[in-house]
C-alpha cells in the first residue's frame, strides 16, 4: 500500500490519540489510589496535562517574568512550548498530527464529506466567524499577561489550578445534560461544516496558527505547471483555496500535506522552505521529532513530572478535588 500524506497522518494521529487514552487510563488509576479506591500506587502521567492549555499559559507567563519552570503541571508548560515550537517550524503541526480533538474533528470532518456535506460557508459568514477563537485567544492572553505576579503565584500553588486535570477528566466521564448538548452541538456542527470547532472556536489553534504564520514552511504552487483541476482545494481540510493561491501563508494551513498528496501533476504542488523544496514527509516527522524531543528533555531536565513526594500529591488532590 502507498504510503500518502492522508494516511501517514491518520497513523500518527490515531497513535497520538491511543497514547492519550492510555495516559487517561493510567490517570483514572492514579486518581483510584488517591481517593483510597485502589492500593495500588500509579505514577501521575504527566501526559494528560497536554489539556490544560490554559493551565500551560500561566506556566508559560510565570516563565517568562520569573525564569521559574511551573511545578504545578510541568508537563503541560513543556507540551505548550514544544505545540508553539512545532507551530513555527512545521504548519501547526500539534493541529495536524497530535491533538486528539483535531483527529477527531477530522475524522467527523470526513464523515460529513462522505454524506456530501462538510461545506465551508460562504465568504461573508465564514470571516467574521473566524473572529470568535481570536477574541477567545486574545482575551486569555490579555487576562493572563496582566495579572499581577502573586495572583499569578498564589493561582498557580491553588488546589483549585493543581487538581484542574482531575476536573477536566471527570468533565468528560461523568458530563452534564447541557455538557453532553454542546459537544452533540459540535459534532453535528463539525460534520456539516468542516472543522467547525478548529476553525471557528479554538483558541489555542488560533494562538498556533499565529507562529505558524511567521514560520519558515509553506505549501508552494507552480502556477506554470498546474493544470487547475481544483484537487488540491477539494482536498484542504482546512478549506483553504490552495489552487488560488502561489504559496501558502494562512494561519489556517496545519500542514498535514493532503493537498501534495491529491496533486496530479509531479512537482507542481509541495511544501518549500526558506525557498528550497521539502519532501512531504519533513513536516510530519519534524512535527513530531519536536515534541519527542521536548519529552525526553523534560525527563532529563527534571520538568516533567510533578516534584511533590507521592503521598504529598495525594494530600492536594485529595483536597483540591474532593477525592476523600
Ligand atoms: S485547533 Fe484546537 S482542537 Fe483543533 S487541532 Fe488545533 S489545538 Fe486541537
Ligand atoms: S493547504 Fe494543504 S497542507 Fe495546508 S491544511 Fe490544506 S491540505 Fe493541509
Ligand atoms: S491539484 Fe495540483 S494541478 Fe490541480 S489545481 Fe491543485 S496545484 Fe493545480
Not at 510565570?62 to 514544544?82: E, K, M, N, Q
Not at 503565584?153 to 486535570?165: G, H, I, V
Not at 516533567?304 to 492536594?316: A, I, Q
Request: glycine residues 10%; charged residues 15%.
Amino acid at each position: 500500500m502507498k504510503i500518502t500524506p492522508d494516511r501517514f497522518r491518520l497513523a500518527v494521529q490515531a497513535a497520538f490519540t491511543l497514547f492519550s487514552l492510555y495516559a487517561g487510563y493510567r490517570f483514572i488509576l492514579f486518581l483510584s489510589w488517591v481517593s483510597g479506591r485502589s492500593e495500588t500506587f500509579v505514577a501521575k502521567p504527566g501526559a494528560v496535562e497536554g489539556f490544560l492549555p490554559i493551565s500551560a499559559l500561566l506556566g508559560f507567563r510565570r516563565l517568562v517574568s520569573s525564569g521559574f519552570w511551573d511545578r504545578a503541571h510541568p508537563a503541560g508548560l513543556t507540551i505548550f512550548l514544544a505545540a508553539l515550537a512545532m507551530a513555527f517550524l512545521f504548519r501547526k503541526g500539534f493541529c495536524g498530527y497530535v491533538c486528539p480533538v483535531g483527529f477527531l474533528s477530522g475524522l467527523l470532518e470526513r464523515a460529513g464529506r462522505s454524506f456530501g456535506m462538510a461545506r465551508i460557508p460562504p465568504r461573508r459568514i465564514d470571516l467574521p466567524l473566524h473572529v470568535f477563537k481570536y477574541l477567545g485567544m486574545g482575551g486569555f492572553v490579555f487576562l493572563i499577561f496582566s495579572m499581577d505576579p502573586r495572583s499569578l503565584e498564589s493561582f498557580l500553588r491553588s488546589p483549585f489550578n493543581m487538581t484542574s486535570d482531575a476536573r477536566m477528566l471527570d468533565f468528560f466521564l461523568h458530563p452534564s445534560g447541557m455538557a453532553l448538548a454542546v459537544l452533540a452541538a459540535l459534532a453535528l456542527l463539525s460534520v456539516m461544516v468542516r472543522n467547525f470547532w478548529c476553525r471557528y472556536l479554538c483558541p489555542y489553534g488560533a494562538l498556533l496558527g499565529l507562529f505558524a504564520w511567521f514560520g519558515p514552511v509553506r505549501v508552494h504552487r507552480d502556477k506554470d505547471a498546474c493544470v487547475h483541476c481544483g484537487k488540491c482545494s477539494a482536498s484542504c481540510p482546512s478549506g483553504i483555496a490552495v489552487e488560488q493561491k502561489e504559496a501558502v501563508r494562512t494561519p489556517e494551513c496545519i500542514g498535514c500535506g493532503q493537498c501534495v498528496g491529491a496533486c496530479p501533476v509531479d512537482g507542481c504542488l509541495g511544501f518549500h522552505a526558506l525557498g528550497r523544496r521539502i519532501p512531504w514527509p519533513t513536516v510530519a516527522v519534524g512535527a513530531v521529532l519536536v515534541l519527542l524531543v521536548a519529552r525526553v528533555w523534560a525527563g532529563y531536565a527534571g520538568v516533567w513530572d510533578n516534584p511533590l513526594p507521592p503521598e504529598m500529591l495525594k494530600r492536594v488532590y485529595q483536597a483540591g478535588a474532593g477525592l476523600m
